[in-house]
């Protein structure tokens, strides 16, 4: 099978997490318990923080040197702070939000926020895809922690997401097209990490890796972080530790 087949095939597979949280959420019609949400949420942001800390940012500093790393790590971030808040200033602030105290606005509310929500959404699913096709560059072989550590991440995402999106008065076919659509954006963006940069030299990839890794972790800060921790409950800093610890133990033992 063509390595960039590979790619796409196991960027589907990290991707389909958000699928399978909107499923679940569609399936209990956007009435999920805020808290239970929240503790999802909470432990797939432990999940990120330890994919970025120990996987990716580590890779891009071996292959590119800390120039690299920082350089793209920083730009990243700040790429994807710039078009959140744009995002944001069109109705997609709270497009992974379901809480009663804060909620995705309807289109009623705030026209265009539909299509503000679904660009947002491939922002937050896109970046992850890029560093599965990255990973496969040279000829190497998967990191099997680095695909589950993304899948157990996305759960979550497509759930509370796609509760928010319920409670806003969404329709079904809206929501199972947008995560659908996101689903083979991740695909499509694996197979492009690897073939666009195929035969790049090591520090160009190496950048792309630490500017996917920035652009997740400033994801996770404005747009994981804040839900799980809104009316938090009790030990939600444990449940949060439990996903990085899990996540840690599946990329070692994959290593």
Known sequence: MPMFVQAACWGLLAGSGLLIGAVVAVAFGGRLPHRMIAAVMGFGGGVLIAVLSVDLMDSAFEDGGPIAATFGFLFGAAAFSAINWRLAQHGARHRNRCGDCVEQPSEAEHKGSGLAIAVGAVLDGVPESLVIGLSLLGGGKIGLGLVAGFFLANVPQGLSSAS??????????????????????????????????????????????????????????????????????????????????????IIKMHA
């Open 164 to 249: 928010g999106m319920k409670k806003a008065g969404r329709s079904s076919r809206y929501i199972f097209s947008l995560w659908a659509g996101i689903l083979l954006s991740s695909g499509m963006a694996a197979a492009a990490g690897y073939l666009v940069l195929g035969t790049a030299a090591p520090a160009l990839p190496a950048t792309i890796l630490a500017f996917a890794a920035g652009g997740v972790l400033a994801m996770l800060a404005e747009s994981m972080i804040p839900e799980a921790f809104a009316d938090a409950q009790p030990f939600i800093g444990l449940i949060t530790v439990v996903g990085f610890l899990v996540a840690f133990l």
